[in-house]
């Protein structure tokens, strides 16, 4: 099956967030870990802005393309996802 542009952009997309929340994640952990509680916070709370201005802007991109991908963020990656940021809660804590 041949892959469009617009769906290339959009898996493109997808990649850069998840990439994203992994270097925010761990980027977060590093800072609970050898910052200050005060200084860490500060860190979490920017990183997140940040990752939340990403998820926004390639919603946006992505909203605007006319052909929308016929496939949806498989389940694995999300676990993955989702277990990546326990596990930093857990360290955190």
């Given at each position: 099956m041949k892959?469009t542009?617009?769906?290339?952009?959009?898996?493109?997309?997808r990649?850069?967030?998840?990439?994203?929340?992994?270097?925010?994640?761990?980027?977060?952990?590093l800072?609970?870990?050898?910052?200050?509680?005060?200084?860490?916070?500060?860190?979490?709370?920017?990183?997140?802005?940040?990752?939340?201005?990403?998820?926004?802007?390639?919603?946006?991109?992505?909203?605007?393309?006319?052909?929308?991908?016929?496939?949806?963020?498989?389940?694995?990656?999300?676990?993955?996802?989702?277990?990546?940021?326990?596990?930093?809660?857990?360290?955190?804590?």
């Amino acid at each position: 099956m041949k892959e469009t542009q617009t769906e290339r952009t959009q898996l493109s997309w997808r990649r850069t967030l998840i990439s994203m929340t992994v270097v925010a994640l761990l980027l977060a952990r590093l800072s609970a870990v050898h910052l200050e509680s005060m200084a860490a916070g500060l860190v979490v709370a920017a990183t997140g802005l940040v990752w939340a201005g990403a998820v926004a802007l390639s919603r946006h991109r992505t909203s605007r393309m006319t052909t929308p991908v016929g496939r949806e963020l498989p389940a694995l990656v999300g676990l993955i996802l989702l277990y990546c940021a326990m596990g930093t809660l857990l360290l955190v804590s």
